[in-house]
């Protein structure tokens, strides 16, 4: 089979969480670019009418849907909207995320619950409603979580943000094998550093500039480099894949110094 036929998404029906931003806004794009109908999710209306126009400006369908992502019921109106305008959702792209900063021995207990919510919680319950909607409806499909390096191993200042992505390492797992049989895959991405809203002020001053120097291809990421991953978990290509945690971070994660 031809690449392009391999990886298309012609015909799928796609959702992303956290659209309005960053590497969401990616996602959706490189979703939309290869044929999948998408549902951008996220609290920032806005930012989601704007890519849904520069969406539907190349040919591609998509809608906007305000939802926050701790919410149940928005959950279920955004999945109701997506199937009411292209048909049941196949690919979840469970991306919402927050980060945070300070020592754990500071930490108050509203805010390990506000970021292990919106990045562990909420990850599980859109995954749980995507596969729910998936067998009722008996379609395949393609759960995919965003992780990150920081689920897999630790850096000072990131113990909720760090409990949550190994948690969805975990989950990620866990439902792969419950719904392999079934013909839903789940898979995560762990990406290094991007720069993005969540980040930059932090990344753009000298600890970035000490991370940079830390990271093997000695750069960032960029915007598209997690499109490969993200097409191969999503299309045709990687149908025998799940379970997985891709890894996309320039080399950072594998590396001890010394
Ligand atoms: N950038 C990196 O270096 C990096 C590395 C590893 C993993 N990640 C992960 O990648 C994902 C995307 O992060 P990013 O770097 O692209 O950050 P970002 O630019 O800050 O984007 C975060 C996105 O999540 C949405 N979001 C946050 N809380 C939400 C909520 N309660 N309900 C709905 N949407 C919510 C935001 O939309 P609204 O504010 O409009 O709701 C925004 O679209 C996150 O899961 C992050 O942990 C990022």
Same mark, same amino acid.
């Given at each position: 089979?031809?690449?392009?036929?391999?990886?298309?998404?012609?015909?799928?029906? $796609?959702? =992303?969480?956290? +659209? #309005?931003?960053?590497?969401?806004?990616?996602?959706?794009? &490189?979703? @939309?670019?290869?044929? !999948?109908?998408?549902?951008?999710?996220?609290?920032?209306?806005?930012?989601?009418?704007?890519?849904?126009?520069?969406?539907?400006?190349?040919?591609?369908?998509?809608?906007?849907?305000?939802?926050?992502?701790?919410?149940?019921?928005?959950?279920?109106?955004?999945?109701?909207?997506?199937?009411?305008?292209?048909?049941?959702?196949?690919?979840?792209?469970?991306?919402?995320?927050?980060?945070?900063?300070?020592?754990?021995?500071?930490?108050?207990?509203?805010?390990?619950?506000?970021?292990?919510?919106?990045?562990?919680?909420?990850?599980?319950?859109?995954?749980?409603?995507?596969?729910?909607?998936?067998?009722?409806?008996?379609?395949?499909? $393609?759960? =995919?979580?965003? +992780? #990150?390096?920081?689920?897999?191993?630790?850096?000072?200042? &990131?113990? @909720?943000?760090?409990? !949550?992505?190994?948690?969805?390492?975990?989950?990620?797992?866990?439902?792969?094998?419950?719904?392999?049989?079934?013909?839903?895959?789940?898979?995560?991405?762990?990406?290094?550093?991007?720069?993005?809203?969540?980040?930059?002020?932090?990344?753009?001053?000298?600890?970035?500039?000490?991370?940079?120097?830390?990271?093997?291809?000695?750069?960032?990421?960029?915007?598209?480099?997690?499109?490969?991953?993200?097409?191969?978990?999503?299309?045709?290509?990687?149908?025998?894949?799940?379970?997985?945690?891709?890894?996309?971070?320039?080399?950072?994660?594998?590396?001890?110094?010394?």
């Amino acid at each position: 089979m031809k690449a392009a036929d391999m990886f298309s998404l012609k015909g799928r029906v $796609a959702l =992303v969480t956290g +659209a #309005s931003s960053g590497l969401g806004t990616q996602f959706a794009r &490189a979703l @939309a670019d290869n044929g !999948a109908a998408v549902a951008l999710v996220a609290r920032r209306p806005e930012r989601l009418k704007a890519l849904k126009a520069e969406i539907e400006g190349k040919g591609g369908k998509a809608i906007a849907v305000e939802a926050d992502v701790t919410d149940r019921a928005a959950m279920t109106r955004a999945f109701d909207a997506a199937e009411k305008a292209f048909g049941t959702v196949t690919i979840l792209v469970n991306n919402a995320g927050i980060a945070h900063g300070g020592r754990a021995v500071e930490m108050a207990p509203e805010e390990w619950r506000n970021v292990l919510s919106t990045n562990l919680d909420a990850v599980f319950f859109w995954a749980q409603e995507a596969a729910r909607r998936i067998l009722a409806a008996n379609k395949q499909g $393609a759960i =995919v979580n965003i +992780a #990150s390096v920081l689920g897999l191993a630790v850096s000072k200042g &990131a113990v @909720a943000y760090a409990a !949550a992505k190994a948690g969805v390492v975990q989950v990620t797992k866990a439902l792969a094998v419950e719904l392999a049989f079934k013909g839903v895959r789940v898979n995560a991405i762990a990406p290094g550093w991007f720069v993005t809203e969540m980040n930059e002020e932090y990344l753009m001053g000298e600890v970035g500039t000490a991370i940079k120097r830390e990271i093997p291809m000695g750069r960032f990421g960029k915007p598209g480099d997690l499109d490969g991953a993200l097409l191969l978990l999503t299309s045709d290509a990687g149908s025998y894949i799940t379970g997985a945690t891709i890894v996309v971070d320039g080399g950072q994660v594998i590396q001890i110094k010394g």
